[in-house]
Structure formats: C-alpha cells, structure tokens
C-alpha cells in the first residue's frame, strides 16, 4: 500500500485526503457513493460532503486518523442514490505518499457484508439511549429479526410477520403493513396496540426507514419501535379523571339551576332528594324543614319514610345531629357507627341507623349560613366507609348555602302571593246575591308567571231603576300600584252610573277623571246597561275585546260594541252607545284579554273558542256559575301568561 493508486483500486468507496481532511484523490466508487462527481470533491474537505447528519462523524474520523497512528472506524451513511441510505463502516488510517514524502489519510469503505449486524451497532446504541427498539425487516423472507434495545420481548428473533400480525389489533394491522411495505425513505410514527402473551395489550410506536447495509449490500427496512403503554395508561387514568371531574361539575352546576329555579318547596325538596345522593355517592338522603319549630322529614329512595318517622315532628330544640347542624349553622360529619352512638345514643336508635353497617358514615349540611334564621338540613348517608374529599366538602357546603337562599326565596315569594292574592280578593266586588230575573256570576285567576296581583276587574249592581250595571276591565301592569288604580277606576264608575247610569256617560266622565289627575296609568273596560225585563242591553267599549252572546240552542254571537280609546289617554272623548236584545236562557259573556288571547292563539280564534264553550255549557243546561267555570277553566289550561277574569250574566 504505498502508491496512491493501490489504496484506490477496487470496487468499494475510497479516497485519499490531507491530513487536515481536503480530499487529494479519490475512486469513482467514493464520489458516486457521496452523490457527486470527482471534479466536485477534489480540493473539498471530507466532511463538507456528507448530509449535515453525517458531517461530524466523518470530520471526527479523520482527526482520529490523522493525529495518531491507529485505524479509526466509523459507521456512516452515505446520501445513496435511490430512497435508502447506504450505512458503510468507514476505515481511515494514516498513510504516507512515496512520491511527495507527506503523510496522508486514506478513507474507504469496509467490506461487511458478512457482518451485516455490525453496521447497526450506531442504530442500535442510539436505540437504547432513547429507549427505542431495534428491528430488521427483510421482504424477502417476510421476517421481523429483533436486533435488541428495548421492549425485547415483544418479538422473538426470526419472528415471521404472519405470527406477529394476529397480535396487533385488527383495527391497526393495515398500519403495521404500511410501515413493512415501505415505498418512501421513513415513515412517520405510526401508533399500534399489540397483544403480548403475559401482560395483555401494549401501546405501542413505531416507524421504518429504507437502508442499504454495506456499499452494494442488500437493502432493508429498518425499524424503531417504543413501548408507550406506560405513558397511555397514565393518560387514560388522567382523562378519567378529567372527565369524573368534569361530569361532577356538570352535576354540581345541574343540581345547582335546579335550586335557583325550584318556584315551591315541593320542586326545591325534589330537587335535593333525587340528587343529591347521587351527586355525592351515598346510599340516601334525608331532608328535614323547620316549620313552626318542628323538624318536617322527607326522604329519596335510598331512606323509607317510616324508617325516621321518630323524627317527624320533633322539636327544634331536642338533642340531635340535625338540629344541632340547623341551629349551628355548621355542617356535621360522623365518619362511623360508633361515633354516632357515642354522641347521638338517642337517634341511633332508629331502624334505618340499625341496618347500616359499622363502617357507615354521615353527612349533615344545615340549609344556610350560621346566624341565618333556621331553616332545615340536609343529611347525606354513605355506607362504604366514606371519607369526604376536602372538594366534596365544599361542595356540599355551597350547595347547602344555596338551597337555603332558595327556601328563603320560595318562602318570600309565597308570602309575597299570599298578601297580593289577598288584597286583589279585597279589591274584587261581591256580587248582589240575587237580581231578580238574572244569575250572574264572576271568576278571576292571577298570572300563570307571576308572583304580583293583576289589574284585572269585573262588577255587577242594581240600580235605583232595577237595571243593572255590568262593567269589565283591565289596567295596565302587575303592580300593587295598578290594584290600587284597578280600584281607584271600579268605584268611580260605580258612584258616576249610580247618577247616570248610560255607559257612555259612565266612561266619558271616568276617562276625564283619569285625565285629570295625570295619573301613568290606562284602562280598557267595557260596560253595559241590561234591562231584566225586557232584555234590553246598552253597552260601549273602550279598547276592551268585545261581548259575548251565547245562545240555548248551541251557538253565539260577537258583539262588536262601538266606543272609544282606553281610559286615560286622551282628553274630550265620546263614548258612543250602541242597544241590543238579550233573548231569555241567553247569556252575556264578558271577559279580559287574557282568556282570548295568548302564546299562539289570536283574538279572533280565542274568541271563537270561548263563545263555543259558553254557548256548550247553555245547552248542556248549566248555570252561570257552571258557565263561568267552563270558560276560566279552559283558558287556565292552555297556560295563558296574563290574568284572566269571566263576567257572565244570564237572563232567566
């Protein structure tokens, strides 16, 4: 080896190079390995012609040759001409140039095809370093040949594809192919779930490159595989988690609208004892009130009523776990059976305390903040064992806060009914229990959606001459203010008709009161003037929905009474008569807007309707009560949003 041609012959990649690497000569073999032609390698430094993933290895190599006088090896991969890489041991060792007298390096490409595994010592070192399984796939034979690094056991060496792919899951194996039918340089990771013998399904990564094993070797798919089942089960116990977290605050948010929109404490008790349990895991529930200092006791199906029927009625003031809860303000834990007989030998008298295990445990969360009127608790029964997690705790602590804004809230609102339903009955005439040749007969029902009392009125009464005056109407608002204004307009058209009794007159002289006094509010009303005895009916309008007539033999008539605007308005307005007939067995229907009009339904079809119903009701041989009945009844029914009151006068 002492001319330079010598050490350049032969079939394998090799060149010569200074020592501080610039390529001096080199064979054709060595520039089509690197993917150029000798013209642009001369005079180049080595390194400088490799892929930039090479250019340290190959520099470092030949600063090993040059400064000692031992062989250095590297394996490389040169570009190759095709998708695969050619992964060469590279040898580079000092030499000296007979003709110049200089020392020199000389690079070539080892011979290993009878050593093929050795090329894979870098891959396989790199593997382990990264935890990384090593593999060869050779087409050929159709075998997957473990070379080590991790997860071993996954494949034993010489392993045929056909026994590997039953272990993939069915839903993965076309991946796995894609990766051994390889047509690009490197695929990307690919996720495969893998059945092994001892430890059930593997999650795991993997990925193929194409590489030729020596320069004119044969070429292979190399594979990486890594074992991620650790790092998925971790992340399936994560999202788990996640998600019980995330359905526990869907729960708690759920129970939570419950309580805000519970109207009665009938909702509010089926709110808490249905979930309340279940929101927390335990085996029951108990709900107690306090009305009249005295517990009232309702129980989910997890607690048999008669099972606590001791503590239904007992006194605020006896010693027990939930009354010293409700009048503490402070929640109660007992985390066993033996705590509970210790403090509360009383109550653990009870059958349902009787049945439970040893290891049961109870929770006490009082409705309410401490120095709060005393309002109820609640108690929670958990017979595993429990132990509340400090969130859990909280939880139930906020929300026992919360039922007892919201019992607080039904509770005033009840109150708030029961005084505006009381003072609209104060302001609603009684009827004259008899006018001769008549039966008359009123009904009212307040709003479906609120708690405040209607402007809604209606009025029957003699006068001097033997007529009667009949009037119906409606104030705008919902208000104790337009009560008060509903009554205020009732009486001054009682004691204007007393002195002159034609309707027109009536709401001429009501309208310029009103206007008078400047008052924010409006009426619409309308009013009639019936004669008993002869049937004879005067009657005008302002803005109200007009008269029913129904008839005995089944139908009924609209009666479209002239008038004027609503009362309120407008200075100077006429109110206009018009005079008809109200034959014997008819009936005059006269109501408010909300029992012909609502969600859906128009006027013109509300009307229809109740005129049908009342005219029915006449034929069907009802009174005027049983009229006035069918009619409110219906218009409750359908769910209208206003109040609604029926006036019905029927000439007998």
Not at 95 to 117: C, F, I, S
Not at 575 to 583: K, Q
Request: aromatic share 6%.
């Amino acid at each position: 080896m002492d001319a330079s041609d010598e050490l350049l012959r032969g079939d394998d990649p090799a060149a010569l190079l200074t020592r501080s690497g610039v390529v001096s000569s080199l064979n054709a073999a060595m520039a089509m390995a690197l993917g150029r032609t000798t013209e642009q390698c001369l005079g180049r430094g080595f390194g400088d012609l490799w892929p930039a993933d090479q250019r340290s290895s190959a520099e470092n190599l030949v600063t090993h040759a040059a400064a000692g006088k031992t062989v250095a090896m590297r394996a490389l991969e040169f570009p190759g001409s095709g998708e695969a890489s050619v992964a060469c041991l590279i040898e580079a060792r000092p030499v000296k140039d007979p003709a110049r007298g200089t020392r020199q390096v000389w690079v070539h490409a080892l011979d290993a095809r009878n050593d093929l595994a050795g090329l894979l010592i870098p891959f396989l070192l790199a593997a382990k370093a990264n935890n990384f399984g090593l593999w060869l796939y050779t087409p050929h034979d159709d075998l997957l040949e473990w070379m080590g690094g991790a997860s071993a056991e996954l494949w034993a060496e010489g392993t045929s594809v056909s026994d590997v792919m039953p272990r993939v899951h069915p839903d993965d194996r076309e991946a796995l192919r894609q990766l051994l039918e390889l047509t690009t340089s490197q695929s990307p990771w690919v996720r495969l779930r893998y059945l092994t013998e001892h430890e059930g399904w593997h999650h795991l990564a993997a990925r193929t490159r194409r590489i030729q094993l020596g320069y004119g070797g044969p070429e292979w798919i190399l594979g990486l595989i890594r074992d991620d089942t650790e790092q998925v089960e971790r992340q399936e116990r994560l999202q788990a988690a996640l998600s019980a977290e995330r359905g526990r605050a869907k729960e708690i948010g759920d129970i939570s609208s419950a309580l805000f929109s519970a109207a009665t404490e009938q909702e509010l008790q089926q709110v808490i004892l249905t979930r309340l349990a279940a929101t927390f895991g335990g085996a029951g529930a108990l709900l107690a009130l306090v009305e009249e200092d005295r517990l009232c006791v309702s129980t989910d199906a997890g607690i048999a009523l008669w099972e606590v029927k001791d503590l239904q009625g007992m006194s605020l003031h006896d010693l027990g776990p939930l009354q010293v809860a409700i009048l503490s303000g402070k929640s109660e834990f007992i985390p066993d059976r033996k705590e509970f007989d210790h403090r509360w030998s009383r109550t653990a008298r009870l059958p349902w305390i009787g049945r439970l295990g040893s290891d049961y445990a109870v929770a006490i969360t009082p409705l309410g903040e401490s120095g709060d009127q005393p309002l109820g608790a609640w108690m929670v029964v958990f017979d595993s064992g429990y132990r509340p997690a400090l969130d859990d705790w909280a939880f139930m602590t906020t929300l026992g806060d919360l039922a007892g804004e919201a019992l607080k809230r039904i509770r005033l609102q009840q109150a708030h009914l029961e005084l505006a339903t009381a003072l609209q009955q104060s302001m609603l005439p009684t009827l004259p229990a008899h006018l001769p040749g008549l039966e008359v007969a009123a009904r009212y029902h307040p709003s479906q959606d609120r708690l405040d009392i209607g402007g809604d009125w209606y009025d029957a009464f003699a006068l001097p001459d033997g007529t009667v005056a009949l009037e119906i109407g409606d104030v705008q608002g919902h208000d104790v203010d337009a009560a008060a204004f509903m009554g205020q307009v009732r009486l001054v058209m009682r004691a204007i008709a007393t002195h002159a009794p034609a309707p027109g007159t009536v709401l001429t002289r009501t309208n310029e009161l009103i206007v008078a006094t400047d008052s924010a509010r409006f009426a619409s009303c309308s009013m009639l003037h019936l004669d008993p005895r002869e049937g004879q009916v005067t009657g005008t309008n302002a803005g109200h929905v007009p008269v029913l007539c129904a008839h005995k033999d089944g139908s009924h008539t609209i009666q479209e009474l002239p008038g004027g605007p609503v009362l309120g308005v407008a200075p100077d307005i006429d109110y206009p008569e018009e005079t008809f007939t109200l034959d014997m067995d008819s009936a005059l229907v006269m109501v408010t807007d909300g029992v012909v009009e609502g969600p859906g339904l128009t006027l013109d079809a509300g009307l229809k309707r109740a005129g049908t119903l009342a005219a029915q009701a006449l034929r069907d041989g009802l009174n005027a009560e049983g009229i006035a009945d069918r009619v409110l009844d219906t218009a409750v029914a359908v769910d209208h949003a206003d109040d609604v009151a029926v006036l019905v006068v029927r000439r007998i």
